[in-house]
């Protein structure tokens, strides 16, 4: 997705101060001299492993919960990592119990999804942002004071406190003792504020649900204040999972029985062959995930894919594929007959879908490392149907990937247009007369959506909307509209995506 990569804190230097609310003071502090230096590696400053712990039988050392919540936060806002993939590897590094597990995923996802939120209470009780090992430190304890509450206050500033401390950061302790105690008092006092609503509603929307300023201007023109907070502050049900089968393998009552064999609490969902799971754990270490005989995909993704009607015979592109779940998903429906070819311009994201397509045993996708931007004449006119999944700006999966909703900048959103008219003028060449062209993003905004389907259409006329709607869920046959879907998240129960359907005239 074309995400903003700024969500790394520059390190600062010389005094800083917190603002005590009682007083109004400010209680300066200057860093320890004694051990200046910051942790190394991959650890960014983040406490040490506790050497009691430490297995001389394993590659790993352990670490706390909140440890592990640190490591996952500093992966991310400073190593761009993906949340979910920056909390899987903490936690497998960490081996922790199951409810400090549950501990260290609650600390994480409190202070990842609500980041703006937090470093605007923070900023009421600091003279300057601290250092970024500090800062994050702040974060992760702040994240409990104001969003959890089975851990006593003075346990998480004091678990605060012996993190400074191990990271080698004893001169910042005072600091974060007395910000975090403030902050607390200002909760239970009431006086935490959020920007006005009315004087300033982008700034309001911006810290109330962690959103970057320029996302929630644009929400809030396409949308309305009311309806954008209520897609910015939409959650899924955290325990619920969506997986389908492996059509090669089993049909749907078939995996109906196997799910019960598994002893795993399912629904179906709204799409063709979506099961939402609930209380699985980890499904990925699912023995029968390993084995092919699910994906874990989400029911607007598998929509994206199911538009393409893919049948036995069919020649089908699928232009930006990684990790392949829609390229799977199409090539399934196929048995083994025809061809999907999916496409990344990146190699280690071609491999991702090679890896899926072999779990699944796939035989009819073939891979190719190309920029989709760049016509490929060998295939002019000859694709019964092509599938532009295009680089987006994602504001419509924020709840299931909360990292990119604060890293949106300006220039990011307004770059993203462009880029995906290339895509789609190129890739457009591919379909043959009477073929399909679907484009997807997993993005709610115009801009990139009905802008820019109807900008094509207006530069190819060669092109017509395609108004069927055989292929969609009877629910959702009232959203579309001149061959566009747009769900909406809060509205929909599923992850924001649009979804349009051009045919290539004959």
Partial sequence: MGQDKSGNRQRTTGNRG??????????GWKRSQANPARGSGEHHGIPRPNPRFTNSNSRFNRLSARDAALRALQDVVRGDAYASQALDRRL??????PEDRRLAAGLFYSAVENRLYIEHMLSGFLDQRPEPVVNDILHIAAAQLLFMDKVPDHAAVDEAVKQVRAARREGFTGLVNGV?????RARDAGTLALPDRE??????????????????????DAYGLDEAAAIAGWTPPRREQTVRPNRLRMDGPAFEAW???QKLDWRRGTVADAY?????????????????????QGESAMLAAQAVEPRPGMQILDACAAPGGKTCLMAERMGTSGRVFAWD?????????????????LENVRLGERDARRPMDSIRLSMDAVLVDAPCSGLGVIADKPDIKYRQTEQGLDALPALQREILDACAQAVKPGGLLVYATCTILPDENEAQVRAFLERHPEFEPDTADGWLPEAL??????????????????????IARMRRRH
């Fill in 180 to 184: 975090l105690r403030n902050l607390a």
């Fill in 199 to 220: 004087a300033d509603p982008v700034a309001w929307l911006s810290v109330k649900h962690s959103i970057a300023a320029p996302a929630a201007r644009r929400l809030i």
């Fill in 276 to 296: 939402v799971v609930r209380d699985a754990g980890n499904l990925a270490a699912h023995g029968g995930y390993r084995e092919g005989i699910f994906s874990i």
């Fill in 92 to 97: 497998e590094e960490a081996r922790l119990k």
């Fill in 259 to 261: 799910l019960d064999t």
């Fill in 477 to 498: 046959r009232p959203r579309m509209s001149g061959g566009m879907l747009q769900i909406l998240p809060n509205r929909d129960g599923m992850e924001g995506f649009f």
């Fill in 18 to 27: 917190f603002r005590d609310q009682a007083t109004g003071n400010s209680q």
């Fill in 345 to 361: 311009v990146h190699p280690h994201r071609v491999e991702l879908i090679r890896a899926a397509a072999r779990r699944l045993g």
